[in-house]
């Protein structure tokens, strides 16, 4: 039993000495991960608070947007771009201000909106919507350049039609009805077969075809 007494105090004596060694490196790691996994859980929690509250503002304004109350949709999409605008609320939000605006005819407000989710969206697929909105707008303030940079910007393959037929109208209405004629062909192809876009858009290349100096 001594000897057992011993051989227990002699590994004691061991863990104590390596705890007095690297107990505090222990400690200190133990911390470390400790903080870490409440870092997580706190972010976890921090944006989900965050989601739900851009989610009750988005569909505050959605609301607001049917209803045409302009004031409503304009204040819960300010909200949305200053507080949430990580999110994937804020860029949506944006682009429904911005129709509202649009449908309003406050072409000054649906310009900012629009620029706002091609400048902070992190969704390629809503800045292809943004950019070409935004060309509308700025081809109803006749600023047809402007509108032409807009177009230029990055877009995916289903919207390159219509980028096109866009390029066309402004050139139409620039009184460049070769470009137009050239953009209308380029969209054509593009466009869903089914859709009345395309047959919308033979149109417009039919009528520009034959007008005076077309084919210049």
Known sequence: MAAYDLDEQEKL????????????????????????IAANQGWKWYT????????????????AATKNEAAKVKDASAQLMEKF???GYAPRGALLAA??????????????????????????????????RLAAVLLDQKQYDAALAALDGKHSEAFAGLYLDMKGDIYNLQGKAADAKTAYEAALPKL??????KQYTQLKLDAVSVAPGALK
Request: charged share 25%; no cysteine; aromatic share 10%.
């Open 99 to 132: 129709k509202s605006a649009f449908d309003a005819g406050d072409l000054a407000t649906a310009k900012t909106q629009l620029e706002w989710v091609v400048a902070n969206s992190k969704e390629d697929e809503l800045k292809g919507i943004a950019r070409l």
């Open 13 to 36: 004596g061991d863990l104590k000495a390596w705890w007095s060694r690297y107990g505090n490196y222990v400690t200190g790691a133990i911390t470390v991960v400790a903080l870490l």
């Open 48 to 63: 989900s608070k965050q989601a739900t509250e851009a989610a009750t503002l988005y569909f505050a304004l959605s609301d």
């Open 192 to 197: 869903d077969a089914k859709g009345s876009q």
């Open 85 to 87: 605008a990580g999110t």
